[in-house]
């Protein structure tokens, strides 16, 4: 076998092995930081406490548990340097940044495929009925559909009451003319409500638009 055959298995070995220990970390780190007021309360001596309750002691002892990748990165690239392998390093980090990558992935990607498999064809009527039950959440997935399906700016007053009706009065966004409550906000961040806003001129619509209070 040549040099740089022995050279290329021997990269391939150390991207296995240290790739391998770098996922293991992480999977085993983030399980301890799911789990971490269970563990400390048992640290304590405790049934269970909540996130406040935590000593200073055990405020550290999560910063150093959290710290570990970085301190055997850290080892990577002191051999790295002084012995030119840098494949453990590369391995290692590159399979802590894939752990963070997928986590982020299903952070932001569930709620969005959550908000396209939940939406549901514009019904008019059940549109129209959430004006006199107040907003139960349906709007927001049928919203979509209504402003695929048509066209609001250029309706007529007339032509939006027999499709919308008209919406209940609201404190919200005063500069529109109609204000349609949709619903919770879709995301991953969703913490406010989505709204549907209309302005008109005349009594043609000549803004429609999606906002969040």
Request: charged share 20%.
């Amino acid at each position: 076998m040549t040099a740089v055959e022995l050279s290329k298995q021997k990269r391939r070995a150390d991207f296995l092995v240290f790739g391998g220990l770098g996922i293991v970390a992480f999977a085993v780190l983030f399980w301890i930081q799911v789990h971490w007021l269970e563990l400390a309360a048992r640290l304590m001596g405790r049934d269970r406490i909540i996130f406040d309750e935590q000593p200073q002691w055990i405020h550290m002892l999560n910063t150093g548990v959290s710290g570990l990748p970085w301190v055997a990165c850290a080892g990577l690239l002191a051999l790295a340097i002084r012995r030119r392998r840098w494949m453990p390093l590369l391995a290692f980090g590159g399979a802590q940044i894939l752990g963070v990558a997928s986590i982020l992935a299903v952070i932001v990607g569930e709620p969005v495929v959550r908000d396209y498999s939940s939406r549901v064809p514009f019904d008019s009527s059940q549109w129209r009925a959430e004006n006199e039950q107040g907003a139960e959440g349906v709007r927001v997935h049928m919203v979509d559909d209504l402003l695929r399906k048509h066209q609001l700016v250029g309706m007529s007053r007339d032509q939006v009451n027999d499709l919308l009706g008209v919406p209940p009065v609201t404190e919200y966004f005063r500069e529109y003319d109609y204000v349609y409550c949709l619903g919770h906000e879709r995301g991953a961040f969703g913490i406010d409500s989505e709204w549907l806003v209309l302005k008109f001129k005349g009594n043609v619509v000549v803004e429609a638009s999606v906002v969040t209070d």
